[in-house]
């Protein structure tokens, strides 16, 4: 029978060989496959608590691919791996490492000069590490937990609250959510930033 999906607005559909990547074959559907997901990232952030991070680590090429594994690797077989299929959002996958080497020069620059208030930052970096859309699956997901890390690990706040929504379904929270990172695409951060406090 195989996997199912039927995808909403701001999500990238999976080549037939990315499906074939998943580990659990008793997914049928997008409502399994988000209840493994979700397991699966429930983990990923049990393993990132009392885990000390230097900023030179979390901006770095490896952390983001480990994050992405530990997120996900339970339930895909490329978890972790940048992906070498073209999709609807993002830059060509070819251009993914230096486009991201780019990111992580920038953001390093960034905290060093402190360029930006904590959250600016933190959603600055999420909203163009999105915008590069470095995996075949769930880079919205990885994006907002980096944001997250950034402001516990690097500032020692609190975790943004994403409209305090479950993002992943179609609600309101996420029509303005995925409404607010296209204003991000424009240079207009600010009402991305709003929604992550919200």
């Known amino acids: 029978m195989g996997l199912n999906i039927e995808y ?3 999500q990238t559909p999976l080549s037939e060989e990315e ?21 699966n990232i429930e983990k990923a952030i049990q393993w990132t608590f009392g885990k000390k991070i230097k900023t030179e680590q979390l901006f770095s090429e490896q952390f983001i691919k480990t ?9 895909w077989k490329w978890a972790g791996e940048f992906r070498s299929s073209e999709k609807n959002i993002g830059i060509k996958s070819y251009l993914i490492s230096v486009h991201l ?13 402190e360029t930006y208030e904590p959250q600016e930052l933190a959603i600055r970096f999420k909203h163009r590490l999105v ?35 479950n993002l992943v379904h179609s609600t309101d929270a996420r029509r303005q959510y995925i409404q607010a990172v296209r204003k991000a695409d424009e240079l207009d951060i600010q009402p991305l930033i709003l929604f992550a406090k919200s």
């Not at 080497?101 to 000069?113: A, C, M, R």
């Not at 997901?141 to 890390?149: G, M, T």
């Open 67 to 75: 994050l992405h594994k530990k997120m996900y690797g339970e339930v």
């Open 131 to 165: 915008s590069i859309h470095c995996f075949a699956n769930g880079n919205g997901r990885h994006s907002r937990l980096i944001a997250d890390l950034i402001m516990e690990k690097l500032y020692h706040d609190n975790f943004f609250t994403w409209g305090s929504a």
């Open 101 to 113: 080497k780019q990111l992580l020069d920038d953001v390093l620059y960034w905290t060093k000069y």
């Open 8 to 10: 909403i607005d701001g």
């Open 19 to 39: 499906k074939e990547g998943l580990r659990i074959s008793s997914i049928t559907t997008r409502e399994e496959l988000d209840e493994f997901e979700q397991l």
